[in-house]
């Protein structure tokens, strides 16, 4: 081998280092949304798929019973859920204690209980009118939202 040949086997595995290197270092993208389906769904989770509902339902009810919800952690929590699956959900969140005035759980006023309020009337107060309504389109066959 020339010293010209070695020259640009160090050269070639110098370029092939910093491209293993900037590939290993790269933030991933998040691929999952897309126009069409900002949630992420995609269209590809199946109703025949190991689904828990009633963790789906616990999970949103933790997000939102307290002041300033994030917006985004209940997107993410419906984001592989699918109208089948967002059925289920409904059904399993049912009607809790709400105060839609403050939109949490805090009752002002001890001797009367806060009403009780459908997953559609909390996330209707949780969520800003673009969020709702991308909700309200991912799940339009069901006529819920």
């Known amino acids: 081998m020339t010293d010209k040949d070695k020259k640009?086997?160090?050269?070639?595995?110098?370029?092939?280092?910093?491209?293993?290197?900037?590939?290993?270092?790269?933030?991933?993208?998040?691929?999952?949304?897309?126009?069409?389906?900002?949630?992420?769904?995609?269209?590809?989770?199946?109703?025949?798929?190991?689904?828990?509902?009633?963790?789906?339902?616990?999970?949103?009810?933790?997000?939102?019973?307290?002041?300033?919800?994030?917006e985004q952690d209940i997107m993410d929590a419906l984001k592989n859920v699918n109208a089948y699956q967002f059925q289920q959900v409904i059904i399993k969140f049912a009607k809790q204690s709400y105060n839609t005035t403050t939109g949490n759980q805090y009752n002002f006023w001890p001797l009367t209980p806060l009403p009780l309020e459908p997953l559609k009337v909390w996330l209707r107060t949780e969520l800003s009118d673009s969020k709702y309504n991308t909700l309200r389109l991912k799940y339009q066959s069901l006529n819920y939202l």
């Open 8 to 70: 640009w086997l160090m050269i070639g595995s110098g370029v092939v280092a910093v491209i293993v290197i900037i590939n290993l270092t790269r933030s991933k993208t998040d691929t999952s949304g897309s126009l069409e389906d900002p949630t992420g769904n995609g269209g590809n989770s199946s109703a025949n798929a190991p689904f828990n509902a009633d963790y789906v339902a616990t999970n949103l009810y933790d997000i939102m019973k307290g002041s300033f919800t994030d």
